[in-house]
């Protein structure tokens, strides 16, 4: 919930936008909180301004180059510690049963209408 003392800000909803668009879309930000969008430092540096970068997601060096960003323009960039760590793993494991139990394959054959007898393989011992 908004106070009347909070800080300004605006919300801008553009998964697509191209980097050399952001100095526009960042005039006057202290802040940007991005998901999965390119920060290249030659952009950057057209974000006069600009002092933080929240990057929401994993794998923000896939975007962007946190130490030279903050080297050639003063920008911070935060990630979020964990993010994403217990959905990761619990994909892991529900990927390492369908294997070890042939869910793929019985689900297609399902689907076409046959019944597969497949041996499955028990993951108790495994590790």
């Not at 030659?42 to 960003?69: K, N, Q």
């Not at 042939?102 to 689907?111: F, Q, V, Y």
Request: hydrophobic letters at 45%; aromatic letters at 6%.
């Amino acid at each position: 919930m908004l106070r009347p003392d909070d800080p300004a800000f605006a919300i801008n909803l553009q998964p697509d936008i191209a980097p050399e668009d952001l100095p526009a879309r960042l005039a006057g930000a202290e802040i940007a909180v991005m998901d999965h969008t390119a920060l290249p430092v030659d952009v950057a540096r057209a974000c006069t301004g600009l002092r933080h970068v929240v990057f929401l997601g994993t794998g923000a060096r896939s975007y962007m180059d946190p130490e030279a960003l903050r080297a050639a323009c003063g920008v911070t960039v935060h990630t979020i510690k964990g993010y994403g760590d217990t959905a990761v793993a619990e994909c892991a494991f529900a990927l390492m049963w369908a294997a070890a139990r042939g869910l793929p394959e019985m689900d297609r054959a399902m689907r076409a209408g046959r019944w597969l007898r497949t041996e499955a393989i028990q993951l108790t011992g495994k590790t």
